[in-house]
């Protein structure tokens, strides 16, 4: 009996619980079954050893179907479950600016249609799957090294990412209220935030979905750093301008919802930061494939010109002075001019002006 009652309470423990549970309360029925029939059967031993034997046949069974015949991977399933999870989420943030600031002359917000309905609803499913995933990461422990995932795979990893991917399912839930919110109307602030705001929206949708499929392809998700770090910049850029937004004669009601859903658009963005980390860390030590990425140069320029601009105080000017050549001169002399200038650049710093005179052919 005190085997028993060691075991029932060893239930208890909360890392006991969670991986060994099944096989504690099956020990626990084989021990009470043998115990009780003890009685009232004189061949104990055989019948332990029955029951052991039927425990072992049918748990060797199962393993042979499920490994050779029909694989079911736990592991795999947590695995799609989560970058499934990481398109739901870029779906909804890459519609999300357009439907929120398309709105009307008389205020009104635009009609959603299908499409755009589904993809700002499906996050809705993220936010009940925490049985789920922690089932799967529970099994996925046992599993053998299998396809691309070897023993001792970081598992717990994943569970971080999905805690991260509910918490911005979350705050997605929140902000889609604000959709079709009766009192929104358009405000200057409204106005002033609409591209910093769509910026980011978009910037952390293309961000998950890079992330989604380096998740899926077993990559290195380096193709999401640029998208993260736009998002970062258009943060800024938020905060510029409602750093210069001046309340005066607007209405503070008026303005709470445009303020609300950039500052929920901001944890977001900062939530989506958190899941590329993560990720990079299961990249890290999942040793995930580096695939070497070729930057399109309109991208890279796109890349140099992002970013905020803030006016200069009155103080200092810039003049810029170019000369260049007439086209009434020989191309000799042209010729000798190029030589003397030589691309030469003179900077003359004063007080209160700065001239710069360019020399050109």
Request: charged share 20%.
């Amino acid at each position: 009996m005190h085997t028993a009652a060691a075991s029932t309470f060893t239930r208890f423990f909360p890392h006991i619980k969670k991986k060994y549970d099944y096989g504690i309360l099956i020990f626990i029925l084989t021990f009470s079954l043998v115990a009780v029939s003890g009685y009232r059967v004189e061949k104990i031993i055989e019948l332990a050893h029955q029951r052991l034997s039927t425990i072992i046949i049918g748990g060797a069974t199962c393993m042979i179907i499920s490994i050779f015949l029909c694989p079911v991977w736990a592991g795999e399933e947590l695995h799609n479950l989560i970058a499934l999870n990481l398109e739901k989420l870029a779906s909804f943030l890459e519609g999300f600016g357009g439907e929120y600031f398309a709105n009307g002359e008389d205020g009104k917000s635009a009609t959603l249609s299908k499409d755009g309905q589904s993809c700002l609803v499906g996050y809705r499913t993220i936010l009940n799957t925490k049985a789920t995933e922690e089932s799967f990461a529970n099994f996925a422990w046992w599993e053998p090294s299998h396809g691309q995932f070897r023993l001792r795979h970081p598992w717990k990893l994943y569970l971080k990412v999905a805690v991260l991917v509910r918490q911005c399912a979350y705050q997605i839930e929140t902000i889609n209220g604000y959709i079709n919110y009766e009192l929104k109307a358009t405000s200057e602030l409204e106005t002033k935030i609409e591209e910093p705001c769509t910026r980011m929206s978009s910037e952390s949708a293309m961000a998950l979905k890079e992330l989604a499929s380096a998740l899926k392809t077993m990559t290195h998700p380096s193709a999401a750093d640029i998208h993260v770090q736009n998002c970062k910049t258009a943060v800024d850029d938020l905060k510029d301008a409602l750093e210069a937004f001046t309340l005066g004669k607007s209405d503070l009601l008026e303005i709470l919802p445009a303020v609300t859903v950039a500052s929920i658009l901001t944890d977001i963005s900062k939530c989506v930061q958190k899941i590329a980390e993560s990720i990079h860390e299961i990249s890290d030590l999942a040793s995930f494939k580096r695939v070497n990425l070729m930057v399109a140069p309109d991208l890279k320029l796109q890349l140099l010109h992002r970013g905020s601009v803030k006016p200069i105080a009155d103080g200092d000017h810039v003049v810029i002075r170019v000369q260049q050549t007439s086209c009434s001169d020989s191309p000799e002399d042209r010729t000798s001019q190029a030589k003397a200038a030589n691309g030469s650049v003179n900077i003359l710093l004063a007080q209160n002006s700065t001239l710069v005179a360019l020399n050109e052919v």
